[in-house]
């Protein structure tokens, strides 16, 4: 060890507060000897857990005297943080990355990073080794929290520097954030997931499920209060398992419900519930509490018993049914949305028509579906009977058409009615409309001026246009 080093701390954040330190040195210099700001881009490819790593990977950033920009191509620090959810995700990165190469040819300072649950796969990390050299920082899941150190280390160091963490026990809290809106925020409760459903990589790149204290998700939520957030996100891939291994034990519905009493906080959403697991006690904490939003989001996957025991999914077609029964009874305002994959390997007719009956019986309000995607080192990915595409193909489209034959039963009920929206945005196609969302995620365009923008209006729903509504502000 130098004698710089013995200055460097070993505990965390503060070693992370030393390289903000440093890194900022070295920006600074480098914007002064440019005469402007060095600027980033982040380009998100996954998930809600995703899309708040980037916030925190931006926190950093703009700590350590970045600025934001616009225009990726013009950049001087361009960060992917990719996601391995499907084989597509991964296609696309690779694809943005050739385009990258051609910018840094033109413009060595470019600097390249590459973050997130791909890097947490060893092919990935072979090929971007092999075939990617251009990229100067490799990081994954489990190590965000050092982007400073590792953007010191890559300016004194020549080559691609590669951190990868197998799997980590640790949670590094207090690491600077930023927000994309100033009025909501995702706030992660758990990281990692134990379910290892056997078509999914999460478990092999996110690592070991971990809870975080309740009292700093608590302290989070009111920072967030204090600047501004009227609505929250809970976000775990699966919030029901939240708290069960703390040393204090607490529930997902406890946490929520203090969450929900934080004064001030407006609105309180949760991602994701596993089936298997959604307690009675969270369906009457919701009941109780009109600041918890009226939208469960809860994971089909397949509406077959026996695919779903091949899947790992630890409930039944009629399980899940019932569970539905449940949430319909006793929260007759709720959305209900979920996923679907179709062409598990070994589907049949007979287990698709399942699918198809479920959600007939469920009445989603909406779907995401997905065709199954091999994930190397899966237990899916190893079993007999992979789906031809064609037939998958085929079943994906009669799928689509039965979801928004229910997505259409379930649309327009709230038609004639007065609810309060967040605003969120201008109207993407009319810049004299206003984008919000209702309790139950359904989105309202309505026209107003966008000082509204992140506050919560009483809108009258006009209009039902199928996934959305047309209001006027009362
Ligand atoms: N933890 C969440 C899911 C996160 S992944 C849960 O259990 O519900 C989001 C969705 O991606 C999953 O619900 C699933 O429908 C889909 N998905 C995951 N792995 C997939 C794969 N290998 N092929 C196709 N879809 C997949
Ligand atoms: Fe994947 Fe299942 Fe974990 Fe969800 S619960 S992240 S689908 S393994
Ligand atoms: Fe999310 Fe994709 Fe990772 S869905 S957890 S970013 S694999």
Not at 73 to 78: E, I, R
Not at 80 to 107: D, F, Q, W
Not at 353 to 376: C, L, M, Q, W
Request: proline share 4%.
């Amino acid at each position: 060890m130098n004698a710089l080093n013995q200055f460097i701390p070993d505990t965390e954040p503060e070693r992370q507060f030393y390289f903000i330190e440093k890194a900022s040195e070295l920006i600074k210099r480098q914007a002064k000897e440019n005469g402007k700001p060095l600027t980033y881009f982040i380009q998100t490819f996954g998930c809600q857990m995703n899309s708040r790593d980037s916030e925190k990977l931006a926190g950093i950033l703009e700590k350590v005297g970045y600025v934001p920009c616009e225009e990726e191509d013009k950049a001087d620090f361009v960060i992917y943080n990719t996601c391995s959810i499907r084989e597509n995700a991964n296609t696309r990165v690779y694809g943005r990355l050739g385009h990258l190469n051609a910018i840094k040819k033109k413009r060595k300072s470019l600097k390249i990073a590459l973050c997130g649950c791909m890097m947490q796969e060893p092919d990935e990390i072979e090929k971007v080794r092999t075939q990617f050299k251009f990229v100067d920082i490799v990081f994954g899941t489990h190590n965000i929290f050092k982007l400073a150190e590792l953007i010191f280390n890559s300016f004194e160091a020549e080559g691609t520097i590669i951190d990868i963490w197998k799997d980590t026990d640790k949670i590094v809290e207090d690491i600077p954030n930023v927000r994309k809106y100033p009025f909501k925020s995702g706030v992660n409760i758990t990281f990692g997931c134990n379910n290892f459903c056997t078509y999914c990589i999460v478990p092999y790149v996110r690592g070991r499920e971990r809870s975080r204290e309740p009292k700093e998700i608590i302290r989070e939520v009111e920072r967030f209060v204090a600047d501004g957030v009227k609505e929250v996100m809970l976000l775990g891939q699966n919030v029901n398992s939240y708290g069960k291994n703390l040393d204090n034990p607490i529930t997902f519905a406890e946490l929520i419900n203090a969450v929900a009493n934080v004064e001030g906080l407006e609105r309180v959403r949760f991602m994701t519930p596993h089936p298997k697991d959604l307690s009675d006690e969270l369906i009457d904490v919701i009941a109780a509490n009109k600041k918890i939003c009226r939208h469960i989001h809860l994971p089909l996957q397949s509406g077959s018993s026996r695919i779903l025991k091949a899947m790992n999914r630890r409930y039944t077609k009629e399980g899940y049914l019932a569970l539905v029964d449940k949430i319909r009874t006793k929260l007759p305002d709720v959305a209900l949305t979920t996923d679907i994959i179709v062409g598990f390997p070994g589907e049949t007719e007979e287990d698709f028509n399942d699918t198809i009956d479920v959600v007939r019986k469920a009445e989603f309000d909406s779907a995401f579906t997905f065709i199954y995607s091999k994930r190397i080192g899966t237990p899916a990915a190893v079993m007999d009977n992979q789906i031809p595409e064609e037939v998958t193909k085929e079943r994906f489209s009669r799928l689509l058409a039965v979801v928004n034959e229910c997505a259409t039963k379930r649309c327009g009920l709230d038609r004639g009615k007065t609810l309060p929206v967040l605003v969120e945005d201008v109207n993407e196609q009319n810049p004299e409309l206003l984008t919000g969302r209702l309790s139950n995620n359904t989105l309202v365009h309505f026209a107003g001026s966008k000082e509204l923008i992140g506050q919560i209006v009483n809108v009258k729903l006009n209009e039902s246009k199928g996934f959305y509504y047309l209001g006027e502000k009362e």
